[in-house]
């Protein structure tokens, strides 16, 4: 008896092991047998909608994290499909993983993945975009962006650069997602306090610059000479619409803001052809997701909600947080752990 016993035990040891020494798995089948128990080498499954910019560079802050914390990081995208990422959180729930967080593909579904995840006793967190409000009350976190506030910075550096007068047009995220929907919202806020600017046309480019590109084609086709600025609501549909504007000897001369700070984005405002953006650090942002599901499974105390308000990125500051994030992302990343621990303890969660 004593024999199977130590068996077993040297059995669990070695798959911890395993476990502990492969960091991330991405994209792997989830129908192996289920993760051990193990506070010290938590097995946590990651599901983000797509591998944008922002999400790619969200993912190596995860993986730094994960690493400092011993734990095994299971990754998938969703591709922007609602099914796929039901499924994924499903396999995360058979696999019996010490938690789950998800950056949802759609702000109102979910509610029975999460619902089904509680009562296995796994907790979710919810990163980046908001989730629905029954989503929100079973998760044990939220870990994101005040998108509101960031459409109102875009808006509002717009509409100051073109003298409070004219006509834009608006690149929107994919309808129904919570980045889109707030950051909406805050631009609107702002055209409803300035009836001299007129909005032309609002379309989502659904985060992606060949689309954006597509849309500002058809726009400078359809209004030419009338568009007088452009807010897009992160920095790759910008860059799209950027190249459109560039093909017309425009790029430089109609203002265009965005979100997210990503390289391409800190390029362009440093280069002039994007006039501002607001940085949402998809390592930290991410990487402190995956730090509170890691805080919870070991019996920390965790924020209900941690809310990044984003530093406005123009070319008066862009040379220092481009160095900070891309002129030595190694040290960015090994320096993380720490800052995100110390930003947990403030509450100044984008403190960077």
């Given at each position: 008896?004593?024999?199977?016993?130590?068996?077993?035990?040297?059995?669990?040891?070695?798959?911890?092991?395993?476990?502990?020494?492969?960091?991330?798995?991405a994209?792997?089948?989830?129908?192996?047998?289920?993760?051990?128990?193990?506070?010290?080498?938590p097995?946590i499954g990651?599901?983000?909608?797509?591998?944008s910019?922002?999400?790619?560079l969200?993912?190596?802050?995860?993986?730094?994290?994960a690493?400092?914390?011993?734990?095994?990081?299971l990754?998938?995208?969703?591709?922007?499909?609602?099914?796929?990422q039901?499924s994924?959180?499903?396999?995360?729930?058979?696999?019996?993983?010490?938690?789950?967080?998800?950056?949802p593909?759609?702000?109102s579904t979910?509610?029975?993945?999460?619902?089904?995840?509680k009562?296995?006793?796994?907790?979710?967190v919810i990163?980046n975009?908001?989730?629905?409000?029954?989503?929100?009350?079973?998760?044990v976190?939220?870990?994101?962006?005040?998108d509101?506030?960031?459409?109102?910075?875009?808006?509002q550096?717009?509409?100051?650069?073109?003298?409070?007068?004219g006509?834009?047009?608006v690149?929107?995220?994919?309808?129904?997602?919570?980045?889109?929907?707030?950051?909406?919202?805050g631009?609107?806020?702002?055209?409803?306090?300035?009836?001299?600017?007129?909005?032309?046309?609002?379309?989502?480019?659904?985060?992606?610059r060949?689309?954006a590109?597509s849309?500002?084609?058809?726009?400078?086709?359809?209004?030419?000479?009338q568009?007088?600025?452009?807010?897009?609501e992160?920095?790759?549909?910008?860059?799209?619409?950027i190249?459109?504007?560039?093909?017309?000897?425009?790029?430089?001369k109609?203002?265009?803001t965005?979100?997210d700070?990503?390289?391409d984005g800190?390029?362009?405002?440093?280069?002039?052809?994007?006039?501002?953006?607001?940085l949402?650090d998809?390592?930290?942002?991410?990487g402190?997701?995956l730090?509170?599901?890691?805080?919870?499974?070991?019996?920390?105390d965790?924020?209900?909600?941690?809310?990044?308000?984003?530093?406005e990125?123009?070319?008066?500051?862009?040379?220092?947080?481009?160095?900070?994030?891309y002129?030595?992302?190694?040290?960015?990343?090994?320096?993380?752990?720490?800052?995100i621990?110390?930003?947990?303890?403030?509450g100044?969660?984008?403190?960077?």
């Open positions: 008896m004593n024999n199977k016993r130590e068996t077993t035990t040297m059995f669990r040891s070695s798959i911890r092991t395993a476990l502990a020494g492969c960091t991330v798995l994209g792997m089948a989830l129908s192996a047998a289920p993760a051990l128990a193990d506070k010290a080498h097995v990651f599901t983000v909608y797509d591998m910019s922002f999400i790619s969200g993912k190596a802050g995860a993986t730094s994290i690493k400092a914390n011993n734990a095994t990081l990754w998938n995208s969703a591709k922007m499909d609602v099914n796929t039901i994924q959180i499903q396999q995360f729930i058979n696999r019996k993983v010490d938690a789950i967080v998800i950056a593909v759609n702000s979910l509610g029975p993945q999460v619902d089904a995840a009562a296995a006793g796994i907790p979710v990163v975009l908001t989730a629905s409000p029954a989503v929100m009350a079973n998760a976190s939220y870990v994101g962006p005040d509101v506030k960031a459409g109102e910075q875009e808006a550096h717009l509409v100051d650069a073109i003298g409070k007068k006509s834009i047009v690149l929107q995220g994919p309808l129904g997602q919570s980045g889109e929907i707030d950051r909406t919202k631009i609107k806020n702002i055209l409803a306090q300035n009836p001299d600017v007129k909005l032309l046309a609002m379309q989502p480019g659904n985060w992606a060949n689309q590109y849309v500002m084609q058809d726009w400078l086709s359809r209004y030419g000479s568009i007088t600025g452009i807010v897009s992160n920095d790759d549909m910008a860059i799209g619409a190249q459109a504007l560039r093909e017309k000897g425009l790029a430089g109609i203002p265009v965005a979100v700070g990503i390289k800190m390029r362009a405002v440093r280069d002039g052809t994007l006039l501002e953006t607001n949402q998809g390592p930290l942002e991410l402190m997701g730090q509170v599901a890691v805080n919870h499974i070991q019996g920390k965790v924020p209900k909600t941690a809310m990044f308000v984003m530093p990125i123009t070319k008066d500051n862009v040379a220092h947080y481009y160095d900070q994030l002129g030595n992302p190694s040290k960015f990343e090994s320096d993380l752990p720490a800052l621990n110390k930003n947990l303890i403030s100044n969660y984008a403190e960077q």
